[in-house]
């Protein structure tokens, strides 16, 4: 079974410190890695994948199959970084088209 | 393009009833996905349409059904409702390339509450 955990419900950073919001993922298979971003009062969005490897408004996200971590980091935090996030994943096999989620972390940039 | 649209924005039903939510996906995808998220919780996958076929389903009772349009557009249908059926139903939509599912575009969702 696919499994996607985010330890922290709530992460609290002060604007220009460093951020990381943890994902971790059990799964056997083949996976595809997502992280989803939802500001307030907009829709869940897609904020990057793995298999890109982009750097989407200054976050990126390895995954590390043997700890079977894709942490999201951001060097320097904005205000405007301040949304709930979720991790995702998806078996990157033919005939699965299933997204599942973590339970979300709220992060909160201070002024 | 509005993006993935739902109807309606909010609903309320009592025990027993049953309830249909609609999805127009974004302009140019094919395919269609429902999620509930419960309160304090992620989405949780229930099914995806293809070509008017339900082509996956996550782990949800029979009392959930769905319907693809040849427009592409989607209902999803619940029956006998329970009070643990309240949450937020998100429809999300994509196109798909190849064998996979491309990246999902969610809708605002339906809040459901149940009395």
């Known amino acids: 079974a696919q499994r996607v955990t985010q330890p922290e419900k709530l992460l609290s950073v002060f604007k220009g410190a460093p951020v990381e919001l943890k994902c971790n993922y059990s799964y056997s298979g083949s996976p595809e890695l997502f992280w989803y971003v939802q500001y307030s009062r907009q829709r869940l969005q897609l904020l990057l994948r793995h298999i890109s490897r982009e750097s989407i408004k200054g976050f990126t996200a390895d995954l590390n199959k043997g700890e079977t971590s894709f942490h999201l980091k951001k060097p320097f935090a904005q205000e405007e970084d301040s949304a709930m996030y979720y991790c995702?994943?998806?078996?990157?096999?033919?005939?699965?088209?299933?997204?599942?989620f973590g339970k979300g972390t709220k992060l909160s940039v201070i002024p | 393009d509005a993006g993935v649209t739902q109807s309606p924005t909010h609903l309320i039903k009592t025990r027993g009833q049953q309830v249909t939510l609609r999805c127009s996906p974004k302009?140019?995808?094919?395919?269609v996905s429902w999620y509930q998220q419960a309160l304090g919780q992620g989405p949780q996958f229930i099914f995806q349409y293809y070509e008017e076929e339900e082509r996956q389903r996550g782990n949800f009772p029979d009392r959930f059904s769905g319907h693809q349009f040849p427009n592409y557009s989607s209902e999803l249908n619940v029956n006998a409702l329970l009070l643990g059926d309240s949450a937020l139903y998100l429809c999300?939509?994509?196109?798909?390339?190849?064998?996979?599912?491309?990246?999902?575009?969610f809708g605002p969702g339906t809040r459901l509450t149940v009395l």
């Open positions: 302009s140019g995808h094919d395919t």
């Open positions: 999300a939509s994509s196109l798909i390339r190849g064998a996979n599912t491309d990246t999902q575009y």
């Open positions: 995702a994943l998806k078996d990157s096999g033919a005939g699965s088209y299933q997204l599942t």
